[in-house]
């Protein structure tokens, strides 16, 4: 594992790229998280351990079209590197889809993936990684580019989380342009302008970031009519006397983060976050899960909790906090050790009322099976006293939790019908011995339904049945 000494400033290297006329990241046409533009969101499920071609944990990406039944998956691409116009080749333990972001990177209404594949050997350099562009077309992903690193011998595992966002001032010439936010091991955040059309002189910026253990997790802040958007970034380092990052006793530092500033403002300690208008005001609310209890040792540990930073992502600064876990009144279960609860959120609005919803995966519940709780929101705080949580025994939805399922490991809701309610997408990658499946449950006025679910099984879904691929372990869409 390679070492670097923590910078205190940002490093900014000229790209030598002719600046574009600002235009917001929201103002592309097309609907967003449509890769066909057919008008409806898709699903983007990653199986990272996949066998492709023989080659274990090359990894595969697929993408399931939305449809107005919802997500079918008969309507299907499944994306690998070796695929047609995918640069590169699946080899053993690349992990292709361990990362995916959902983003109109070239503004022509066609949705792009960024795709992270963080142990691919590059240029002689084992598990260096890389990350790759996907363009969208009516056909599906077509083609696709290399996103250059820039410091490709000062860390690896580039590609291991991602995010897209604009950064206005992050230097002269990525003001008003989208940015791919790229995280590794040992590095800092490294920003790519996601324009790669004449990447041969580009040299991208970093910011320096818990360079011990690397990037956890990246998460975007869209800021409302601005240019200027924020990062989440979770990471950890071994200076502040924690445990890392390796799956348990996860309790990584969390900033909100202006790149073009250089600032940053401490969060809760957590690996997941989530970014939407939980109260309907019209200020981004920020939610931090951390699956573990920050105050406790991994083996004494509650089983995890959440945190809601209410107006606070044009700041970081909240107007009022709210901490939700299993013990709180209302939400369903108790906290015990190794749920996980809070290992994923996501936010979404249901049930069309205006105000977004919370959900939160707990995939260690109950012996791994696993389970998600949705809680509504309000004017105020969120309403934790009808709480409701999903679990594969739930009436209507598809299958039996068993042991080590780990439902609930990704979540995301958004809305795949064009009915304007939003619908929950949950994965179980430990779904029969670790091949994984994923769930569609519809949103309606009184919030998530079983009523025409839909399951996805690895099989189903393009993957075949043999070995463990861990379909849907990552979940994205727009």
Known sequence: MRKRTLLLSATLLASGLTPLVAVHAEAAAGTPGDINKDGYRDVVASAPDAKVAGHATAGAVVILYGTSHGIDP??????????????????????????VVVYDLNRDGYSDLVVGAPGEDVSGDDGGGSVTVVYGTASGPTKGKLVHDPWPSSHDAYGRTLAVATFNGLNPVNDGRLTIAVGANDADVTFMPADLSAQSNTSGGGYAFNPAHGIVALTAVDRPNTDDDRLI????????GGWGYDGTGDDPNVLFHDPAGFESTALPAGTASAVGDLNGNGAPDLVIGNPEDPSQSPDTSLGGRVTIYFDAGNTGSPSRIQTITQDTAGVPGAGEAHDRFGASVAIGDTDKDGRADLVIGTPGE???????????????ELDTAHARNWTQNSAGVA???????????AVRVFDTTKDGYADLLVAAPGENGGVGALWSLRGSAASITATGSTSVGAGSAGLGSAGAARFGNVVTGP
Do not use: C, L, M, W
């Not at 008969?74 to 990362?99: K, L, W, Y």
């Not at 970034?233 to 502040?240: E, F, I, L, P, Y």
């Open 74 to 99: 008969a309507r299907r691409t499944v994306v690998t590197q070796n695929s047609t116009g995918i640069p590169g080749a699946a080899e053993a333990g690349d992990r292709f889809g361990a990362a």
């Open 399 to 409: 299958g039996a939790s068993e042991a080590g399922d780990a439902f609930g490991t």
């Open 366 to 380: 109950d012996n791994g099976r696993g389970a998600v709780t949705v809680v509504r929101g309000t004017t105020a």
């Open 233 to 240: 970034a979770h990471g950890r380092g071994v200076s502040d």
